[in-house]
């Protein structure tokens, strides 16, 4: 206590002290004064950047003020599509009955038509006058500035209110700035005043220098820092300290170094290994945990440490310590959850002296889950492959012994068995192409023939021939309603670039399997929209729908939902998969959505770029 009183009265301590306080107070009231004129000033210059232009007002104003509304509301929405400022988050423009004629934001296009809820824009149409504040949205974490301007049409000397504009900016970018502001000054700050600290001890260490320097060296040593040496002065009881002082850094350095070399190069291993590895002492409880066991096993390496290797693991039920000490075979640790499949190989081996004393247990973690899931579905592949070859094969085996035993002489029979034997023989030859095809697909050796299509001519197309095949089918099978194809496209042309015969392919595949599963009379609608950088296709029929547990798997291959029905119809199992690779290969996304015994909707997603002026140059 008295050497702690001794130090904090000593002038090294004062001079040092008071240096620093005053750094520290003059950079707090002028940092104070300077981010505050900085938030202010910014926050001036940002509110008149979001300002909308008096054009845009003007524009705004005309269109509210006309009788036909959905024109209007069309005028509005490429008013505000025209709008670039990348702070503003939202634009709504609502009338003075309070309905929202307009909105920036494509997701709250279906509250337009609707009567506003925000009280703020209602205050605003009641008292004409304009509102401004700023607000922090606690369902995203983010500041913004909220702006209500009512919206004036002059006539002659008179203003009458047509309605008001809301307005909404982010006001992150603004904050943003002033937060690195403050922190590059906090940072400049302590530098200065550290800086300005050691100065201080600098200039007083003259007076206390040598017990100062075996001090800083005796607390460089506890820090594990043996680089310093006392510098002595003197052959006095001071100068002898201080040799004592740099002979005890120098065997505490030699040791320390041989032990965290070998530290270090267990560290690197560990850290290195593509395999979890655990170590435990003799108790069987975690004392080595790298990163890789924490990740396959999901579990910080702090909770693990201490814990029994059994409880990390999750074979406390199977196995006890005796048994992993005594028998060092592999375990399977299977982690697998509804949400994802983790399968891990355990090796485990002993650690032990010369003696033969065991001092714990090293277990290396592998994980095995992408080998198991390889494993199963070659040997699901296999199996379904050897199932749909097998059941046509035995039919034709079928039919050609019946003919071969004289069936072939029956005029009546033979032509129904050969005709089965046909159609059994290109069912085969099919599920051998589409085979063949999926096998170029992951091999990488199927290729793309990039053309720039006009999608919605080629789409038409396609369902064309489908009309015409349904028409022709309907008028061979009098009494039965055939389905129809509806159709909904967006007007304006899109166009984009994609391997013609294969999207055909995929499109096809989609709207048979909707045909077959329609009931009759069913309507097949198909759609094709722009939203952003993509375009969407979509086929909806109203058949018999997907069970929910089969929605996952509908693009495996060799899936079925209705087994029977769809080798009745010479169904392969592989045009969804084929379907998803080629849509893939075009960088696009296929998915499904289905009720059962309602139908199912198949979406085509593809990436889209606007092509700006004209596609072709004109010679």
């Given at each position: 206590m008295n050497k702690k009183l001794h130090f904090f009265q000593s002038i090294h301590f004062k001079i040092a002290l008071v240096f620093a306080l005053l750094l520290l107070i003059t950079f707090q009231i002028v940092g104070a004064y300077f981010v505050q004129q900085l938030k202010k000033d910014n926050l001036k210059s940002f509110k008149q950047q979001v300002e909308l232009s008096s054009y845009i007002d003007s524009s705004l104003i005309s269109s509210l003020s006309r009788s036909d509304t959905t024109?209007?509301?069309?005028?509005?929405?490429d008013i505000l599509e025209d709008v670039d400022n990348a702070n503003i988050t939202k634009i709504q423009v609502v009338d003075t009955k309070g309905t929202i004629r307009g909105d920036s934001d494509v997701n709250s296009q279906?509250?337009?038509?609707?009567?506003?809820?925000?009280n703020d824009i209602k205050q605003v149409l009641y008292n004409e006058r304009s509102y401004a504040k700023s607000a922090y949205d606690r369902t995203d974490n983010k500041r913004y500035y909220v702006s209500i301007t009512p919206l004036f049409s002059t006539t002659g000397n008179t203003n009458t209110l047509v309605g008001a504009v809301y307005l909404r900016a982010s006001l992150e970018s603004v904050y943003s700035s002033i937060n690195k502001v403050t922190l590059i000054f906090a940072t400049a700050a302590l530098i200065a005043t550290g800086l300005g600290l050691i100065l201080a001890i600098f200039i007083s260490s003259a007076i206390t220098r040598p017990i100062d320097e075996m001090k800083k060296q005796t607390t460089r040593i506890a820090r594990g820092d043996y680089s310093g040496q006392v510098k002595i002065y003197g052959s006095d009881e001071l100068g002898q300290l201080a040799q004592a002082v740099n002979n005890l850094s120098v065997r505490v350095e030699e040791a320390q170094e041989s032990s965290e070399a070998e530290r270090r190069r267990l560290d690197s291993v560990l850290s290195h290994m593509s395999d979890g590895v655990l170590a435990t002492d003799r108790r069987g409880n975690v004392i080595i945990m790298n990163e890789m066991a924490s990740q396959a096993l999901n579990i910080d390496p702090n909770i693990a440490d201490g814990q029994s290797v059994l409880d990390i693991l999750g074979i406390r039920d199977k196995y006890t310590l005796r048994d992993l000490l005594e028998n060092q075979d592999e375990i399977i640790i299977d982690l697998s959850d509804g949400d994802h499949d983790e399968i891990l190989n355990a090796y485990f081996?002993?650690?032990?002296?010369?003696?033969?004393?065991?001092?714990?247990?090293?277990c290396v973690l592998h994980d095995i889950t992408e080998q198991q899931r390889i494993d199963r579905e070659r040997r699901e592949f296999v199996s379904n492959v050897s199932h749909e070859l097998r059941t046509p094969l035995t039919s034709v085996r079928s039919y050609i012994e019946a003919l071969n035993d004289g069936a072939w002489k029956d005029p009546e029979v033979a032509p129904s068995f050969?005709?089965?034997?046909?159609?059994?023989?290109?069912r085969m030859i099919r599920m051998i192409n589409d085979l063949l095809s999926l096998s170029r697909m992951d091999s990488g050796t199927s290729k793309l023939e990039l053309e720039l299509v006009n999608l919605n001519e080629l789409y038409n197309y396609?369902?064309?021939?489908?009309?015409?095949?349904?028409?022709?089918?309907?008028?061979?099978?009098?009494?039965?309603?055939?389905?129809?194809?509806?159709?909904?496209?967006?007007?304006?042309?899109?166009?984009?670039?994609?391997?013609?015969?294969?999207?055909?392919?995929?499109?096809?595949n989609i709207i048979?399997?909707?045909?077959?599963?329609?009931?009759?009379?069913?309507?097949?609608t198909c759609r094709l929209l722009e939203t952003h950088n993509h375009v969407i296709l979509s086929i909806s029929d109203q058949g018999l729908g997907i069970p929910k547990k089969d929605v996952v798997h509908i693009f495996d291959r060799f899936f079925r939902v209705d087994k029977a029905r769809s080798r009745a119809q010479g169904g392969t199992g592989l045009g969804l998969a084929i379907s998803k690779e080629v849509i893939e290969m075009h960088g696009g996304k296929i998915w499904v959505d289905s009720i059962e015994g309602k139908g199912s909707t198949f979406y085509i997603s593809l990436p889209y770029e606007e092509y700006e002026g004209e596609l072709w140059d004109e010679g």
């Open positions: 024109k209007s509301n069309s005028n509005i929405k279906d509250s337009i038509g609707q009567k506003t809820t925000d081996s002993l650690i032990q002296r010369e003696s033969g004393f065991i001092s714990g247990l090293v050969l005709k089965v034997t046909q159609d059994e023989t290109q396609i369902l064309d021939r489908f009309d015409m095949m349904l028409k022709s089918n309907n008028a061979h099978e009098e009494g039965k309603k055939s389905s129809s194809i509806r159709r909904d496209f967006t007007k304006r042309e899109l166009w984009v670039e994609i391997d013609t015969d294969k999207f055909m392919q995929v499109v096809d048979n399997n909707a045909i077959k599963y329609s009931p009759d009379g069913g309507v097949i």
